[in-house]
């Protein structure tokens, strides 16, 4: 039996919060769902698909008036279709 070796050095926690994200160079934007993070990256799940290598710009709307929003640059990692084809699973690390 094979065992899966966690290939991160950082924890991952799981979220469940709204994402927004643009892809750069394109004037694409879209809206997913985080599923977890980490001090590294992030992961989340959207209607469409993205490339990886792409770059994208990644907010978190804040939860709170008067709180920031969260903007980081992130790079795809990984892009996989959901099992049931409802969207992707976007696997995200910071830039």
Do not use: H, N, W
């Not at 709307?61 to 929003?69: H, K």
């Amino acid at each position: 039996m094979e065992v899966a070796v966690e290939q991160r050095g950082a924890p991952r926690v799981e979220a469940q919060y709204k994402v927004e994200f643009s892809v750069a160079g394109r004037c694409s934007y879209g809206v997913g769902r985080a599923v977890d993070l980490s001090e590294t990256g992030l992961r989340f799940i959207a209607e469409t698909s993205v490339e990886p290598g792409s770059y994208l710009t990644v907010r978190v709307p804040p939860r709170a008036a008067g709180l920031p929003a969260l903007t980081r640059l992130a790079a795809v990692v990984r892009c996989l279709r959901l099992a049931d084809g409802s969207g992707y699973a976007i696997g995200c690390a910071y830039d």
